[in-house]
């Protein structure tokens, strides 16, 4: 099946550095690749949507300046927390889904990011 | 907007009971809805999925959901569960576009008593 690879699995980072986070489809073309932060116990909350090619379309409260999202082709999106702070230590999960209607989402493992 | 409301936060069963976890979503055209599990240390799995046609849906690992449009609702069930449906499951839904984006529920965590 469909396999979304991200990367790293896991980071720790100074406070003030910038991470960047990878999000691959290794066997299908996502036009459109979604981004989500998952807290301790709680559910994942969409940060951006971003398809291939345009610029991500981030959802309130997200501060695009700091969550840096590229989407430059068809297999990759990567995430870049810029600046980052202990406050930005989170779960970041990647999805991805090709243009087909009612195609599926398919979930990345995951990058725990801890920021010291 | 889309939103998602799960209710039951936590849910403590013992084997072999039977489940039923409750998805409440509010947008008025016609949506997509789906149930995805996160086994302990795993990434998100999809469960099921709903997009038209027949309103019970059946699942992998015996689950079913029901869509009912009248009470914005697609309840997960599950007859007799087992100790290794402990996890935590996801309610999800779009405005029915692949390009629109999914919104989760707060999730449900299970936990099975064996």
């Known amino acids: 099946g469909a396999v979304v690879s991200q990367h790293p699995s896991r980071v720790i980072c100074k406070s003030g550095t910038s991470v960047k986070i990878e999000c691959r489809s290794l066997d299908f073309q996502a036009t459109t690749m979604f981004w989500y932060r998952q807290f301790p116990k709680q559910s994942l909350m969409l940060m951006a949507t971003s398809n291939e090619g345009s610029k991500a379309t981030y959802e309130q409260g997200v501060e695009k300046d700091k969550f840096l999202i590229n989407h430059a082709s068809l297999t990759l999106s990567t995430l870049t927390v810029t600046s980052a702070h202990p406050e930005d230590s989170s779960f970041y999960i990647c999805?991805?889904?090709?243009?087909?209607?009612?195609?599926?989402?398919?979930f990345g493992n995951g990058t725990r990011l801890t920021v010291t | 907007a889309q939103s998602v409301s799960q209710h039951n936060h936590h849910v403590i069963l013992s084997e072999a009971a039977s489940l039923e976890l409750g998805c409440n979503y509010s947008?008025?055209?016609?949506?997509?809805l789906f149930w995805y599990v996160q086994y302990p240390g795993q990434h998100l799995q999809l469960l099921l999925k709903y997009f038209s046609g027949d309103p019970l849906v059946k699942g992998i690992k015996g689950f079913e959901a029901e869509f009912i449009k009248s009470k914005f609702s697609f309840n997960l069930r599950k007859p007799s569960v087992q100790w290794s449906d402990t996890a935590e499951y996801f309610c999800a839904v779009n405005a029915g576009s692949s390009a629109s984006k999914i919104i989760f529920g707060s999730g449900t965590r299970l936990s099975i008593r064996p």
């Open positions: 947008y008025g055209g016609t949506v997509n």
């Open positions: 999805s991805a889904r090709t243009a087909i209607n009612n195609s599926p989402l398919h």
